[in-house]
Every structure is written in structure tokens, then in C-alpha cells.
């Protein structure tokens, strides 16, 4: 079982979302959280993530999967005057850098199309200093958490759209994470350097302790945007509701209304400008992260913003809602365009282990399947040879291995005991080989490549593995048609499968089961040609 640990290293808390399974039947396993190590006034992640690793005896096998704030990247929206995909990518590192103050050379950048039409198309560039980037993983590595995927947190939070435009608001310790989605895709991400901690500190200002200000914080009600208007006169009597009232005599309420009231309005001037850039209006809030739980926020938004707000069902609570998203995202249930290419691109142990164990199950069966296949061939022939007759024998060992003398060969004993000679010692010659080339012969090597650019979204899961006299076939599982028609491509890429071909596709449930067959005679030739 396959487990994966979505990491938010928050400011506040520390946090962990676990996920257990394997292909497509990943479940949420445990949430779990610690107050995140400050040092000089700046938060330790490595030191923090040693205490929440405490303990758990999966951390060094599980696959991590992290988020990259935005506030150290950028994503900007991208419109181009045509539709053609490879146009679009081969145009858009240009466009980009003429639009940011930036050197590419020195940049992360991937990107991922919107939505053509018309003519015209719209993409979403991510860019991120690879130097911070490198320093993200590195921070996370000290504390032997490396991430497979390192993902912008305002993109994760997508996965918690559901439909219409909504906005997902992350209210953290520090800093508030928005992203603009549209049907569940993510359109654009924002971050206000602004979030509960600013509450508690607007709090103190009444002569309270920081602890004494956030334990009434998460006691309080925060009245709305115009009952504070109402309650904020000289009448002698009011009729205003309680939590009003209170703000008017009590300069701990008054001072935490103000306080929320100026996060909310750099949040609305956010959602404005937004909504000015994509000339689409929002329908809806779905409010998270740990200040979010602060008693009548939802409510304070909606009156202030005019638009339904909602509360994210968390399972471990509204503070976890980053770090689910992320392991949703290691799970492959949601979409997440990864920082990690190039020079950056995870190769390390962890990375094998996850594709074996989940997304890459049956990647790493068709590895050691295809292994087995090319040595079986060789077996084979030797074996089916040898029940042949006495002339059938010795022309076949004389035209496999041409430097034998025909004297050696006059009977079959004397024909097979020579062929077995000769496989003994190609197979020692292999042995060999493979321990100075890593241990792989030059089949599986290449097999291993196929593996190794498998994205994260690519899944198969080999079910049965035949090997007939003229054909190899393969029954096996996917998530999808494109899928299948994305792992055809890539089997048919390697010369000796380039004749590899899919068929009898059939979609049950969310599982598309199909077979892929590979002619031997391709399979032979590329073998015969790549001795020596």
C-alpha cells in the first residue's frame, strides 16, 4: 500500500494530510499538525517538519508532496492571437519574457492552456526563480521531506472548486492565498500579505498579552460590516444585536472589527481586479485555512462582498485545507502543474518507489515484464531448437553462431550441448555488463527511460501478461482514452515496440481497461541489433 503526506509548512502550524492506497483508490488517512519552530523571528520549516515526522515510521517510504507559495513566483494569464498548440508553446516563452522584468535563463517556467476558441487562445504562464525553488527543496530535504511535486499552493487550492466561478480564500497565520476558479479550473492566484495574526496583533492594542489576544480571538464573534456602522454613534440607546453592542463598549471587539475590516477590503479590491482581468463575475466564497475560524467571518464577507461564502468540509478541520489539497494532488485526483523540470526534476529513490507503488504500478510491471520477455525469447528459441531434428540442429546453431566448425557439430547432443555453452556464456557476458552499466541490461535500461518521463498523470495498471509464439499481449487498467492513447505512443517510441498497437477498449466505472499487443519479430530484430 502506497502512502502519500501533503506538507503545508504554515507560519502558525505545521501540518500533515496522509493519504493511503494505490492506483485510483487512494482514501484520507490521518490529518496531523504542530506548532510550527520560530527562530529570530522567522518560521524554521526543516525543524518544524523533524517534530511532526516524529514518530511516524511510513515517513521515510511514503512519497511527500509540498506546495511553493506564490508570493515567491508569479502567474500571469496569456492571450495569444491563435489556436495551434505547438504555436502556443513555442510562442509563449517569448511573450512571457517580454512581459516580466526577469532573465528566463533564470526561471522556472511551465504553463498549461486555458482554452482555445475562435482563433484565439489563453494560457496560464507559472514562473518561480529556480534559485528559490532549489531552496524550497533543499529546506524540505534537511528535514528528509523532498518532495516529488512542488506545486504553487494557489493552484492546489483549485481542488476545492466545484462549479460556477468561485473564489477559494486560504486565510493563513501570515498571509491570505486566493484562487479564481471557473467549473474547477484554476484561472488565476493572488496572495494578500495579511491573515489572522494581523487580528490578534490589531487585539494587544487594548493591553492584552499576544496569548491573552488570541485566546478572546477564538472566543469572539465578529460583528458585521454595517451593524458595527450602526452600533459606532453617540445615541444614548441603541437596539443593535449583542455582538454590537459589545463593540461599542468593548475596545477589544472595535479593534478586532477594524483589523478584519481592512483585510477584507484589500480582499474585495483582489477579487475586483480579478474579476476585471477574466470579465467574469463571481458567484461564490469557499472560505478555509486556520482564520477562518473566527466566530461570524463567513457572514461579515458576505455582507461586505455581496456574494455567497461557504466554509471548505476539511476532514481534520478548515486549518488542514492546504495540505489535503496537496496530498489530493500527490494522489493524482486533482490537477497540479509541477515546479520539479529540468535540472530540478526529482530522480531520486523516492520517485522510483512511488511510481512502483502507485501512479507508476504498472510502468514498473511493463519494466520488469518486458525484461523477462527478451531473456524468455532467447530461451525459447534455444529450447524449441533443440527438439528439432538432427539436420534441423545443426543448421540452426551453424547460421545462429557461424564461427562454430561443422566438425563440432555431428549429432544434436553435440549441437545443443555447444548452444548451451554459448548462452552460459552470453549470460555471464550480461552479468558482467550489467553490473558496470548499473545493473541493467541495454533493454531494460531503455524500458527504465520509458518510466522515468512518465508524468505524474500517466497511470497504468498491468492485469495480464501473455507471451505468444508471435505476439506479446498485455491486458491492463487506465483512467482514461487519452491515457491509453498516451501510453500506446510511448511504448510505440521505443525502436524495438515500435509495431506495439492498442485495442479492445472498454470503460468500467472509472477504469478503462484495454490490451496492448507487440509483434515479436519487432521485438527480435531491435534485439539482433543491439548485440555487440
Known amino acids: 500500500m502506497a502512502t502519500i503526506l501533503g506538507l503545508d509548512t504554515g507560519s502558525w502550524r505545521t501540518r500533515l494530510a496522509r493519504m493511503d492506497g494505490s492506483f485510483r483508490r487512494f482514501v484520507p488517512g490521518e490529518q496531523r499538525e504542530v506548532p510550527t519552530l520560530w527562530d529570530a523571528g522567522q518560521p524554521m520549516i526543516s525543524p518544524s517538519l523533524v517534530v511532526l515526522a516524529e514518530g511516524d515510521k511510513s515517513w521515510a517510504q511514503a512519497d511527500r508532496v509540498a506546495s511553493f507559495p506564490l508570493e515567491s513566483g508569479s502567474i500571469r494569464l496569456v492571450k495569444l492571437p491563435f489556436s495551434d498548440k505547438k504555436m502556443i508553446e513555442s510562442t509563449l516563452p517569448s511573450e512571457v519574457e517580454s512581459s516580466v522584468p526577469y532573465d528566463l535563463e533564470e526561471m522556472v517556467l511551465v504553463s498549461r492552456l486555458l482554452d482555445t476558441g475562435e482563433g484565439k487562445s489563453r494560457s496560464l504562464a507559472m514562473l518561480a526563480r529556480k534559485q528559490a525553488v532549489q531552496a524550497r527543496i533543499d529546506e524540505l530535504a534537511r528535514a528528509h521531506s523532498e518532495p516529488r511535486l512542488l506545486a504553487f499552493d494557489a493552484e492546489l487550492l483549485a481542488c476545492w472548486s466545484t462549479q460556477g466561478t468561485q473564489v477559494i480564500v486560504d486565510v493563513g497565520h501570515r498571509r491570505t492565498v486566493i484562487a479564481l476558479c471557473q467549473n474547477g479550473q484554476f484561472l488565476a492566484g493572488r496572495v494578500i500579505s495579511s491573515g489572522s495574526a494581523a487580528w490578534t496583533e490589531a487585539i494587544t492594542g487594548a493591553g492584552l498579552s499576544w496569548e491573552e489576544a488570541e485566546q478572546w480571538k477564538h472566543q469572539s464573534i465578529i460583528p458585521a460590516p454595517a451593524e458595527v456602522e450602526e452600533g459606532s454613534g453617540d445615541t444614548e440607546e441603541t437596539t443593535v444585536p449583542a455582538p454590537v453592542a459589545l463593540a461599542k463598549v468593548d475596545p477589544k471587539m472595535r479593534l478586532l472589527a477594524e483589523a478584519v475590516a481592512a483585510w477584507a477590503r484589500d480582499l474585495r479590491t483582489t477579487l475586483i481586479a480579478l ?247 519487432a521485438v527480435e530484430a531491435a534485439a539482433d541489433g543491439g548485440e555487440g
Open 275 to 521: 474579476e476585471d482581468l477574466y470579465e467574469i463575475g463571481v458567484d461564490g466564497i469557499v472560505l478555509g485555512g486556520g482564520g477562518s475560524q473566527l466566530g461570524g467571518l463567513g457572514e461579515h464577507l458576505e455582507i461586505l462582498l455581496g456574494v455567497p461564502v461557504s466554509a471548505a468540509q476539511v476532514a481534520g478541520g478548515p486549518g488542514f485545507m492546504l495540505a489535503v489539497a496537496v496530498a489530493r494532488a500527490g494522489a493524482g485526483e486533482v490537477r497540479a502543474t509541477d515546479l520539479r523540470v529540468g535540472e530540478l526534476a526529482h530522480h531520486g529513490e523516492a520517485e522510483l518507489m512511488w511510481r512502483v507503488a502507485t501512479v507508476g504500478a504498472g510502468a514498473a510491471a511493463l519494466l520488469t515484464l518486458m525484461g523477462v520477455m527478451w531473456f524468455g525469447l532467447q530461451f525459447r528459441s534455444v529450447w524449441a531448437r533443440s527438439a528439432e531434428l538432427d539436420d534441423q540442429m545443426r543448421s540452426t546453431v551453424q547460421s545462429v553462431f557461424p564461427d562454430i566448425p561443422a566438425s563440432a557439430l555431428q549429432t544434436s547432443s553435440s549441437a545443443l550441448a555447444m548452444m548451451q555453452q554459448r548462452t552460459a556464456e552470453t549470460a555471464r557476458r550480461v552479468e558482467v555488463l550489467g553490473a558496470v552499466a548499473g545493473g541493467l541490461p541495454p533493454t531494460l535500461e531503455t524500458l527504465k527511460q520509458i518510466t522515468q518521463v512518465l508524468p505524474p498523470d500517466v497511470k497504468i495498471d498491468v492485469k495480464e501478461f501473455n507471451a505468444e509464439p508471435d505476439a506479446i499481449m498485455m491486458k491492463a487498467e487506465t483512467d482514461s482514452y487519452d491515457t491509453a492513447a498516451r501510453i500506446e505512443q510511448l511504448i510505440k517510441s521505443v525502436p524495438a515496440f515500435s509495431q506495439a498497437r492498442k485495442a479492445e477498449e472498454k470503460k468500467v466505472g472509472e477504469i478503462l481497461q484495454f490490451t496492448i499487443m507487440i509483434p515479436l519479430g
